[in-house]
């Protein structure tokens, strides 16, 4: 059966989300070592250092600044999610499976 651009992109994600969750597991071990330097590897090395700089704190401007709307402008931002199906709307994927999908861009 062909998987539709919905179902394609839903399982990208999960493989990414679990590819994602053994990066975080495995960059804990260098972290919980609390070492900085090189951690040598058969094909790569693995580089850990830290850096400290300085950040803007939002959280410290005086009311005035942070309740003046001209300080302010809004932004759109599409989002794509996927969510799962309930296997009693299968039907309606088997009606689409043969339409073309397209992406459009918009700027």
Do not use: C, W
Not at 22 to 43: C, K, P, Q, Y
Not at 46 to 71: E, G, M, W
Request: charged share 30%; aromatic share 10%; glycine share 2%.
């Amino acid at each position: 059966m062909t998987r539709s651009p919905a179902d394609e992109l839903a399982n990208i994600r999960a493989k990414i989300a679990e590819l994602r969750a053994r990066e975080t597991a495995l960059e804990a071990r260098f972290i919980e070592m609390n070492d900085t330097g090189r951690f040598v590897g058969f094909s790569y090395d693995v580089v850990v250092s830290r850096t400290a700089y300085q950040v803007f704190d939002i959280s410290k401007l005086p009311d005035s600044i942070l309740n003046d709307n001209r300080f302010y402008a809004t932004k759109h931002v599409t989002s794509i999610r996927t969510e799962p199906r309930d296997e009693t709307d299968a039907f309606m994927l088997a009606q689409t499976a043969g339409e073309e999908f397209d992406v459009i861009e918009h700027h």
